[in-house]
T-cell receptor, first 111, second 113 residues
Framework: DAKTTQPTSMDCAEGRAANLPCNHS???????VYWYRQIHSQGPQYIIH???NNETNEMASLIITEDRKSSTLILPHATLRDTAVYYC????????????FGTGTRLKVLA | GAVVSQHPSRVICKSGTSVKIECRSL??????MFWYRQFPKQSLMLMAT?????????EQGVEKDKFLINHASLTLSTLTVTSAHPEDSSFYIC?????????FGPGTRLTVL
């Protein structure tokens, strides 16, 4: 079973920050949090990942709570091209590194 | 990151025939590849882990005799859907692991008539 829960859908105005929450209350100490997105009929695209510290790259920021039971992906200035399904995934740091996808959040960026 | 291709991008076949889908890691030697299936408006479901030079590891509920996986080289894994039926119509996606990340192919849309 997926180890994450996310809201089914969200809307965001173009140019505003999109904040996508994820709950992973059963995460263990050796598990990373990954975020991917999938634009319609394409393969998922990597966005960002983290273990316990907040992370930032050219696409997004990842904020992980101190107890690591939840996280938020932030797209600082959403554009229409950011409309996609966003998946939060918890993955072990050892083993086969397989991903179990949850239902994801369908983000719609509105003009 | 790793560049992953799939062939074909879409295929239509008749019920009862077999279809082979190729997944290639273009710039990276992948000892492990993953195969996923995605039905419309649903999430990706992991089908199996493909291991170079050995048997694939299938997830619970996935029929290994129906979905044949061959990972004969470090850059190629194939998924063969045997005796396909309309309920096998889906979007099939592969991925490779490089470092701490998985990189996904563009997917193959299978339609079984």
């Amino acid at each position: 079973d997926a180890k994450t829960t996310q809201p089914t859908s969200m809307d965001c105005a173009e140019g505003r920050a999109a904040n996508l929450p994820c709950n992973h209350s059963t995460i263990s100490g050796n598990e990373y949090v990954y975020w991917y997105r999938q634009i319609h009929s394409q393969g998922p695209q990597y966005i960002i990942h983290g273990l316990k510290n907040n992370e930032t790259n050219e696409m997004a920021s990842l904020i992980i709570t101190e107890d690591r039971k939840s996280s938020t992906l932030i797209l600082p200035h959403a554009t229409l091209r950011d409309t996609a399904v966003y998946y939060c995934i918890v993955r072990s740091t050892s083993g086969t590194y397989k991903y179990i996808f949850g239902t994801g959040t369908r983000l719609k960026v509105l003009a | 990151g790793a560049v992953v291709s799939q062939h074909p991008s879409r295929v239509i076949c008749k019920s009862g025939t077999s279809v082979k889908i190729e997944c290639r890691s273009l710039d990276f030697q992948a000892t492990t590849m993953f195969w996923y299936r995605q039905f419309p408006k649903q999430s990706l479901m992991l089908m199996a882990t493909s291991n170079e030079g050995s048997k694939a590891t299938y997830e619970q509920g996935v029929e290994k005799d129906k979905f044949l996986i061959n990972h004969a080289s470090l850059t190629l894994s194939t998924l063969t859907v045997t005796s396909a039926h309309p309920e096998d119509s889906s979007f099939y996606i592969c991925s490779v692991t490089q470092g701490n990340e998985q990189f996904f192919g563009p997917g193959t849309r299978l339609t079984v008539l």
